[in-house]
């Protein structure tokens, strides 16, 4: 099992940008499938980004796409996720997460393939 740990989120002003990471405790980055998720007050969990070191897939929610950008070091085994031109709607509690490469880039958001969670890294963006 790997332990993964985000930080970087914070409060923002509309407009602004966070990067988060995401720590992997072993190289999970490296071998595994990683997507950030969020989930805001009252809403369902969603999937924001997602990607496959294998092969260098990306995905993003339409929401956010031309926003965010996710990536990865795998020297650091570190997971990130650039996000600009926040707007509170992109309020919420920010999780990544890692796949096994059974799960090819079809499960990108399927939330149940996902093993391995972090505790989750808050953003709150304000008008």
């Known amino acids: 099992q790997v332990q993964l740990v985000e930080s970087g989120g914070g409060s923002v002003q509309a407009g602004g940008s966070l990067r988060l990471s995401c720590a992997a405790s072993?190289?999970?980055?490296?071998?595994?499938?990683m997507a950030w998720f969020r989930q805001a007050p009252g809403k369902e969990r969603e999937g924001v980004a997602c990607?496959?070191?294998?092969?260098?897939?990306?995905n993003y929610v339409a929401s956010v796409k031309g926003r965010f950008t996710i990536s990865q070091d795998s020297a650091k085994n570190t997971l990130y996720l650039q996000m600009n031109a926040l707007n509170p709607d992109d309020t919420g509690m920010y999780y990544c997460?890692?796949?096994?490469?059974?799960?090819?880039?079809?499960?990108?958001?399927?939330?149940?393939?996902?093993?391995?969670w972090g505790q989750g890294t808050q953003v709150t963006v304000s008008s």
């Open positions: 990607l496959d070191p294998d092969d260098g897939y990306t």
């Open positions: 997460a890692a796949r096994p490469g059974i799960f090819g880039n079809s499960f990108c958001f399927v939330q149940r393939v996902y093993d391995d």
């Open positions: 072993w190289s999970t980055v490296g071998g595994h499938a």
